[in-house]
């Protein structure tokens, strides 16, 4: 099982991206937003987390391939396999619905917006109430994941600074939605934050309108 791949970026196609590593060069298919941020690594050293599958049928006498397909992250790996888990939707479909970041996807199944879902690449509406029903409520950890153009210069932020501020302030008497929002403006300032009381320092701050 290949989990990870790293090696120096060579080309970035419509639907896959060539890394060397020496003396091999792979294939790793990639949704679209994904190719979109690799596009400006061309010809630089990339780590992509990856999932590893056979393509094809054999029961019809078809040629079985094995393919890598790369995630930025891994709770971006994590969530394409809850995806992929749905009844119609598989490896292939759940790819090509891949053109937005997993946050905006999972806060579009945790808040049942299955108009949003059914304008995904190969996503009807039947397929968006199947996937709402099943995955709704493991999406919360996936709505929070924080934006790579959000974190600025704090690329290293830990998760559990994110997760635990998201806690105290529905703690504190605020919806889900309004949670998130405040966090996103918070960390949309490119400010170094080392703990869940930093952070939530700087979003009442904002709030009230000082430095």
């Known amino acids: 099982m290949i989990v990870s791949i790293s090696g120096k970026l060579l080309r970035v196609g419509e639907e896959s991206v060539t890394l060397a590593v020496p003396p091999f060069e792979y294939e790793v298919l990639v949704g679209d937003y994904t190719r979109r941020q690799l596009q400006p690594k061309h010809g630089q050293e990339t780590r992509l987390e990856t999932l590893h599958f056979i393509d094809g049928n054999a029961a019809q006498g078809g040629r079985l391939t094995p393919r890598l397909i790369g995630f930025l992250t891994e709770p971006e790996r994590q969530f394409f396999e809850l995806f992929c888990s749905v009844d119609g939707v598989g490896t292939k479909k ?29 996503v009807g509406p039947a397929t968006s109430e199947r996937i709402i029903a099943k995955l709704r409520r493991k999406m919360p950890r996936f709505a929070l994941m924080v934006d790579r153009e959000q974190v600025g210069e704090q690329p290293d932020l830990p998760k559990a600074v994110v997760t635990d501020t998201f806690d105290a302030l529905l703690a504190l008497g605020h919806g889900d939605s309004d949670a998130r929002s405040l966090i996103d403006e918070a960390l949309a300032g490119g400010k170094q934050f080392k703990d869940s009381e930093s952070l939530l320092t700087a979003i009442y701050q904002k709030r009230l309108g000082t430095k």
């Open 94 to 122: 759940a790819l090509r619905a891949m053109v937005r970041p997993v946050k905006e996807l999972a806060t579009m199944i945790e808040q049942q917006d299955t108009k949003g879902l059914s304008a995904l690449p190969g």
